[in-house]
C-alpha cells in the first residue's frame, strides 16, 4: 500500500517540478524566477527523500539535508546579488 502513495507521490512531485521549471523559464521578474529555483531545490529535495523512502536507505535524507543546506544559502546569495548587485558587503 504505500508503494502506491510512494509512487502516487512520485508523480505529483514531477508535474510540480516540471511547473516550476515553466515559470523559471517564462517569469516575468527577476523575482519569479528565484522563487521557481527555490521551489525547484524543496521539489528535488522531495524526490531525495521519497527515493530514501522507496528503497529504504538512510544515505538519502542525509544527502537531502546536505541539498537543502545549498539550496537556502544559494538562494539567499542569489537574492542579495539581485537586490545589491554584491553578495559580500
Do not use: C, K
Not at 516540471?18 to 515559470?23: D, G, N, S, T
Not at 521519497?50 to 541539498?67: C, H, K, P, R, V
Amino acid at each position: 500500500m504505500i508503494d502506491i502513495a510512494i509512487h502516487i507521490t512520485f508523480v505529483a512531485v514531477g508535474i510540480s517540478q516540471l511547473l516550476a521549471m515553466v515559470r523559471l523559464l517564462r517569469g516575468p521578474h527577476v523575482g519569479d524566477r528565484i522563487l521557481a529555483l527555490d521551489t525547484m531545490v524543496i521539489n528535488a529535495i522531495a524526490l531525495i527523500v521519497l527515493l530514501g523512502m522507496y528503497w529504504g536507505t538512510e544515505i538519502y535524507f542525509e544527502s537531502a539535508m546536505i541539498f537543502a543546506m545549498l539550496g537556502f544559502v544559494s538562494t539567499v546569495a542569489l537574492a542579495r546579488f539581485v537586490l545589491r548587485g554584491d553578495i559580500i558587503e
